[in-house]
């Protein structure tokens, strides 16, 4: 009899919105902030909580696999799942940026073919429009992701920042569980999560002051993600509430802190008015995904769902590829269709279309494959017979009879 299915649909859902949220405010309103001429879409997503809520649900899973097995293999697994596909779609975004944003501007590059990869434009120009054309520098910055270290640095796509954040808390997590006891206990864990909440907001606006100029300031709090941490925290806290090892008070407490740090990062008290368009639609949506977050963790699966599974699952399976897919990629082929007479209505559903489309096979033929050759056990030799008279089972069974056992040795 075959097991039921134990995947929690609930799961695969919030996923799949903050997913899609993120792909809707970058088509709808950041790519026209961008790019003014793609300004004509039939509404426009200003709020900004998808990648926020994924690194919520990431920092919840970071606490529920962590105790399985060895810490370094599962922090392997993590970069071996992460690492590929943004190597991919780095070098590709790269290659069509370069290529599309040349175009776009009626621009060239020289003869050699060093020059057409990554040298300059022939006038020497990288920002003669909106359309930026990238150099061999920028692919080298994106591929070490220190884009977060230095405020000149260009990002190809502005979904990658959320890639250094994520490897440094994985790395952080595994250091801190495989070296130091003195993180298990609960209130010890609740002290963390308090502490990604607070110490940030403390270092980025008393210690450094949100006005300092100083390049070092900027890599302090974006080479090091303190703006996101936050996000962290908050997974760690509903892990610990669907373990009734936190109460709902507390987990209240710390929530609502982690949506006012989410507000003041987002959006400094000195740069965005109250007025801000984008403001309150970003702190409602988070908080709304805060609370599915808590439904998915500790409430029943979400059943009435079950007929549209299939869909949520292949969808959320696919999340991380349409995510680094999606939005510089997306521009690009909007004003192709743009410039092809196709109207923003028209275009819209083509670029998430093509963004899922994109994501599956970025995920079927990149991130899967590479997980799995990443971290495939290796096969070990069993060690050698102890005695000539060790007979095989074969051997034994005939009495003895037959050729020697051969014994197997390691690699020469």
């Known amino acids: 009899m075959s097991r039921p299915n134990s995947r929690k649909i609930s799961w695969d859902v919030v996923r799949v919105v903050a997913v899609v949220s993120v792909m809707l405010g970058h088509i709808t309103h950041q790519g026209p902030l961008a790019h003014p001429e793609l300004a004509d879409y039939p509404f426009r997503v200003t709020a900004q909580f998808g990648a926020a809520a994924l690194m919520v649900i990431s920092g919840f899973f970071v606490c529920q696999t962590i105790r399985r ?7 392997w697994r993590k ?7 943004y190597v991919v779609a780095v070098v590709l975004t790269y290659v069509v940026m370069r290529l599309a944003g040349a175009a776009f501007n009626g621009q060239s590059f020289g003869s050699g073919w060093f020059d057409t990869l990554f040298g300059p434009t022939t006038d020497g120009l990288a920002w003669k429009t909106t359309w930026y054309v990238p150099v061999g520098h920028d692919l080298l910055i994106n591929l070490l992701m220190m884009q977060g270290w230095n405020q000149y640095f260009i990002w190809l796509d502005g979904s990658y920042w959320t890639l250094p954040v994520q490897l440094l808390v994985f790395t952080g997590a595994a250091l801190l569980w495989s070296r130091s006891s003195w993180f298990r206990g609960d209130r010890r864990i609740q002290l963390l999560a308090w502490a990604l909440v607070v110490v940030p907001l403390f270092v980025r606006f008393v210690l450094i002051g949100v006005d300092n100029p100083a390049p070092w300031a900027y890599s302090v709090v974006f080479g090091l993600g303190l703006h996101r941490m936050h996000a962290f925290a908050a997974g760690a806290a509903i892990w610990l509430w669907s373990r009734g090892r936190m ?5 209240a407490l710390l929530l609502a802190a982690v949506v006012c740090a989410q507000d ?14 984008a403001r309150l639609p970003s702190d409602l949506g988070f908080a709304v995904m805060l609370v599915a977050i808590c439904a998915a963790a500790k409430g029943r699966d979400w059943t009435f769902l079950r007929p549209l599974a299939p869909a949520f699952s292949w969808l959320a399976g696919i999340s991380y590829g349409v995510y680094l897919l999606h939005q ?13 007479g196709l109207p923003g209505w028209a275009r819209l559903p083509i670029l998430l279309a093509a963004a899922i489309v994109a994501g599956w096979a970025l995920t079927t033929l990149v991130e899967r494959p590479a997980h799995s050759r990443l971290t495939r056990p290796r ?23 037959g050729p020697a056992p051969v014994s197997v040795g390691g690699p020469s």
Do not use: N
């Open 264 to 277: 003041l990062h987002l959006y400094p008290f000195h740069v965005a008015l109250p007025s801000d368009p």
């Open 379 to 401: 096969r070990t030799a069993p060690p050698p017979r102890s005695a000539p008279d060790d007979l095989l089972p074969a051997q034994a069974a005939a009495g003895g009879k």
């Open 328 to 340: 510089e990629l997306g521009y690009v082929l909007a004003r192709v269709l743009l410039d092809a």
């Open 79 to 85: 970069i071996a799942r992460l690492l590929p596909p």
């Open 247 to 251: 109460g709902g008070g507390h987990l």
């Open 69 to 75: 097995g060895g810490t370094g293999r599962w922090l």
